[in-house]
Nanobody, 124 residues
Framework: QVQLVESGGGLVQAGDSLRLSCAAS????????MAWFRQAPGNERDLLAA????????YYADSVKGRFTISRDNAKNTVSLQMNSLKPEDTAVYYC?????????????????WGQGTQVTVFS
């Protein structure tokens, strides 16, 4: 079991940057593949980025590739999402997620631990 708590959301202007953080409460954080999702009103929850336990193997959705960067710190039990060049269409609730398996890191349906979400609003 792992509990996840996101922080860092807020209201920003288009073109700005924002960094989201997720703190995990578990003694075995390095066993988990970590990911970030987002859900805008009326839309499904979409997988944006994921990172393996090694911090090296990563997945990015095409919609954020080149603008967002996922990273993790196994010593601090945290995973972050650096978001640059934000656009109004990035407005959504952002969720941290985790799973024990290393397989199919790009498959959103395989994640089974979730945070409560943090709101990101980008205005033009």
């Amino acid at each position: 079991q792992v509990q996840l708590v996101e922080s860092g959301g807020g209201l920003v202007q288009a073109g700005d940057s924002l960094r989201l953080s997720c703190a995990a409460s578990t003694r075995t954080f390095s066993w988990y593949t970590m990911a970030w999702f987002r859900q805008a009103p009326g839309n499904e929850r979409d997988l944006l980025a994921a990172v393996h336990w090694d911090g090296i193997t990563k997945y990015y959705a095409d919609s954020v590739k080149g603008r967002f960067t996922i990273s993790r710190d196994n010593a601090k039990n945290t995973v972050s999402l650096q978001m640059n060049s934000l656009k109004p269409e990035d407005t959504a609730v952002y969720y941290c997620a985790a799973k024990r398996s290393d397989y199919n890191m790009g498959m959103g349906s395989t994640y089974n631990y979730w945070g409560q979400g943090t709101q990101v609003t980008v205005f033009s």
